[in-house]
């Protein structure tokens, strides 16, 4: 048996969550689902990276000032 992709491991929990509704209409989902996706990747870049914020940018394909930004955001750096 194959280690489950990435995608299939979302598509997976995005099944899991409507069955949890039970019917009950969704809503702001893509935020839900950015902010659910988007602190454990900067948390697992940024020790891979030895908390070095350009090294993290340039891997994650993003401006240093944004990372930083989007750090803030998600506590996980002091102001």
Known sequence: MS?????????ANIEAYFNDLNGTEPAN???ML??????????VVMARAQHN???A???LGLNRNTLRKKLLE?????S
Do not use: N
Not at 3 to 10: A, E, I
Not at 34 to 43: H, I, N, S, Y
Not at 74 to 78: F, Y
């Open 53 to 55: 914020q350009s090294r």
């Open 57 to 59: 940018a340039q891997w």
């Open 34 to 43: 950015t902010r659910a996706v988007e602190k454990p990747l900067l948390e």
């Open 29 to 31: 989902m893509h935020e």
């Open 74 to 78: 998600h506590g996980l750096l002091d």
């Open 3 to 11: 280690t489950p992709t990435l995608t299939d491991c979302v598509k």
